[in-house]
């Protein structure tokens, strides 16, 4: 069931150095192209890399929060572009949550790393740095990258009785 893979899946931040298999990497692809993106625009963009000098770049790309990326053997690059749509954001964020859903159906794990509106150490934004490391035109902007690999160790699903159900509301908002 769908809801068993949601309670299995945990942020991984530590992974195997084994590549991510071609059948596997062609599975994420079609999740990633399938994803729904609002009137059908598909304003994102993808870029899967594998190389491990390119994805030590990305790593520093964003020096708080990014360093785990250079220990996934597999980065998902999400970018969009705002002039083919407004909700170009949520439709990135939509395929990056699909991706990672995708990656733990396949035995894999991952973890997000937010760039949009992220600086680099330069001061520059994380964008700045990745459209030159990536070659990535002007028009386009970073969402995320999600790091995807074998996880190292096995986190425990969370329990129903940690989750913030404080946060769900019945017909109207009421105060906690």
Not at 81 to 108: F, H, R
Request: hydrophobic share 40%; net charge positive; charged share 25%.
């Amino acid at each position: 069931m769908f809801i068993d893979l949601l309670r299995k899946r945990r942020s991984i931040r530590n992974f195997d150095q084994r590549p991510v298999e071609p059948e596997k990497l062609d599975i994420l692809t079609e999740a990633l192209l399938r994803s729904p993106a609002s009137k059908g625009r598909y304003p994102w963009e993808f870029i899967l890399v594998t190389d491990p000098d390119i994805i030590s770049q990305l790593a520093v790309a964003k020096p708080k929060g990014g360093g785990f990326l250079e220990k996934a053997p597999l980065c998902v690059v999400i970018c969009g572009n705002p002039g083919i749509s407004d909700v170009w954001i949520e439709d990135c964020t939509v395929a990056a949550t699909i991706v990672q859903l995708a990656a733990e159906d396949l035995g894999l794990g991952s973890c997000w790393c937010q760039i949009r509106r992220r600086q680099h150490a330069s001061g520059v934004s994380s964008t700045a740095v990745l459209r030159q490391q990536l070659g990535l035109p002007d028009c386009l902007e970073v969402a995320c990258i999600i790091g995807i690999g074998y996880p190292l160790a096995t986190i425990a699903p969370r329990s129903r009785t940690s989750l913030p159900s404080r946060k769900v509301h019945k017909n109207v908002y009421q105060k906690s």
